[in-house]
């Protein structure tokens, strides 16, 4: 079997920062005898939170599942007055949010009638809603319904959102005579990722998308590799790989944005070993 691999796949730039922020903030705790801790996970991938754990990480979600120590924002974020709680109750901070989530959050901050486009409940999309005062959530064009005619929202989108059900719902917003005003992008690097993908699918005849099934951007690939009508699995460790991925001639292998190289470069191993 062969197994090529897109130009762009696997950690982008937010992910990076924060796994070696994590890994600064893991070793200065160690020095200053102090707990480290992770809020919440730091990327949605098993595979960096079990090396993060390895290293004596501790993951925690409010500020009374620990002694104060170092705590470690993940690269989603977190919703201001959680930050404050855990500030008050003594946690140092290391900031790893990703450069363009913390952006996201500025605009909300500066936006008088904020409105986030997202996935309810996903880690991002909590920090989003808890970065202002009245944002209302928009998950679908139902959730239309939330807005009323004649206020000047401005909306801000979860960073690995569908390209095409943003499309859906800013038109269905336009039908409906809202149009609210879009401050920002679906991430560069779940475009390059989508885009280096589509060109690698013609060459190949079965698709593995590496990465965790709690990570977005991930589902998002695989769904890609689904709607253009190949043959595609998502996995999480080289003994996920389904008996049928062994009988293609060429398989491509990309990774969601959190995957790290070492699990995309086992899963790679194993599929040239042939079992
Ligand atoms: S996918 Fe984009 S927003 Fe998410 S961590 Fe990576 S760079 Fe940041």
Redesign the pocket.
């Known amino acids: 079997m062969r197994v090529i691999l897109p130009s762009a796949y696997g950690f ?4 990076r920062s924060a796994v070696s922020k994590a890994m600064k903030a893991s070793r200065e705790a160690e020095e200053r005898a102090l707990p480290c801790l992770l809020y919440g996970d730091l990327v949605h991938s098993r595979a960096v939170m079990d090396e993060l754990c390895a290293l004596g990480m501790v993951r925690i979600d409010e500020p009374s599942d620990s002694d104060p120590g170092i705590l470690v924002i993940r ?1 989603h974020g977190i919703p201001d007055e959680e930050r404050k709680a855990f500030i008050d109750a003594g946690y140092g901070i290391v900031d790893a949010t ?1 450069p ?2 913390l952006h996201s959050q500025n605009l909300i901050r500066s936006s008088t009638h904020p409105v986030v486009i997202g996935h309810e409940g996903h880690s991002e999309v909590r920090t989003l809603l808890g970065s202002g005062e009245g944002v209302i959530l928009v998950e679908s064009e139902n959730d239309l319904e939330k807005l009323e005619k004649g206020i000047p929202y401005e909306a801000v989108v979860q ?2 959102f569908s390209i095409p059900d943003l499309a859906a719902i800013m038109a269905k917003a336009g039908e409906l005579g809202f149009d609210p005003r879009l401050l920002n992008d679906v ?1 560069p ?2 475009h390059q990722r989508r885009d280096a993908l589509s060109e690698l699918i013609p060459g190949c005849s079965c698709i593995i998308v590496a990465g965790d099934p709690g990570s977005r ?1 991930t589902v998002e690939l695989w769904e890609c590799a689904k709607d253009l009508g190949i043959p595609s699995f998502l996995v999480s460790s080289p003994e996920d790989i389904p008996e049928e991925a062994f009988s293609f001639p060429v398989v491509g292998l990309t990774a969601g ?1 959190s995957c790290p190289d070492t699990l995309v470069q086992s899963i790679r191993r194993r599929l040239e070993d042939g079992r």
Do not use: D, E, I, L
């Open positions: 982008c730039s937010g992910v690269a990703c363009v989530v960073t690995t991430c690097a779940s951007n944005a």
